[in-house]
T-cell receptor, first 110, second 112 residues
């Protein structure tokens, strides 16, 4: 199966700071998906990327599909307390299932 | 109302008991999935169904069974629960590929 490395594993930031996290793989993929999971809830799709070099925004979130097709980055600008959660990436290695990396746990201090 | 609902949300049971987790969806999707999530291990697919007459084993189907009662309902059973089945279980639905999956809120199962 796909081997995804997410970093950092956890982040503790102050409200208002920008956040950057990434996901890498040794394999080339055609899709990158970013999900957020809040405590007590199921994962929710944030951004889907389908083309190398693609840069897509969703509000304060911006994700990029790496030009090598082996990585993806997620940035959150001006963080707020409700950004707290675990952020997962998936490289779309399967045409039907999600696997997820280990996730990045984000804590935002007010 | 939520598009994908799971019951129960939390369950504590004992080794050897039979447990059923239920999932219902109002999205009208044909595809439904059961995943297991363990801390730091991502998601593992247990079973999936592309329509009412189609049931497929995922990566970790041993010890589990499923029933697709209708397009909107997909149940997961643990025939004889064991402690290492303690985990968070998610149901998901999709219209097509993984980029269209919607998750339920999860069931936290503890097997003592």
């Amino acid at each position: 199966g796909q081997q995804l490395n997410q970093s950092p594993q956890s982040m503790f930031i102050q409200e208002g700071e920008d956040v950057s996290m990434n996901c890498t793989s040794s394999s080339i993929f055609n899709t990158w998906l970013w999900y957020k999971q809040e405590p007590g809830e199921g994962p929710v799709l944030l951004i889907a990327l389908y083309k190398a070099g693609e840069l897509t925004s969703n509000g304060r979130l911006t994700a990029q599909f790496g030009i090598t097709r082996k990585d993806s980055f997620l940035n959150i600008s001006a963080s707020i307390p409700s950004d707290v959660g675990i952020y997962f990436c998936d490289s779309g290695g399967s045409n039907y299932k999600l696997t997820f990396g280990k996730g990045t746990l984000l804590t935002v201090n007010p | 109302d939520a598009d994908v609902t799971q019951t129960p949300r939390n369950r504590i049971t004992k080794t050897g008991k039979r447990i059923m987790l239920e999932c219902s969806q109002t999205k009208g999707h044909d595809r439904m999935y059961w995943y297991r999530q363990d801390p730091g291990l991502g998601l593992q697919l247990i079973y999936y169904s592309f329509d009412v007459k189609d049931i497929n084993k995922g990566e970790i189907s041993d010890g589990y069974s499923v029933s697709r009662q209708a397009q909107a309902k997909f149940s997961l059973s643990l025939e004889s629960a064991i402690p290492n089945q303690t985990a968070l279980y998610f149901c998901a639905t999709s219209e097509r590929g993984p980029d269209t999956q919607y998750f339920g809120p999860g069931t936290r199962l503890t097997v003592l």
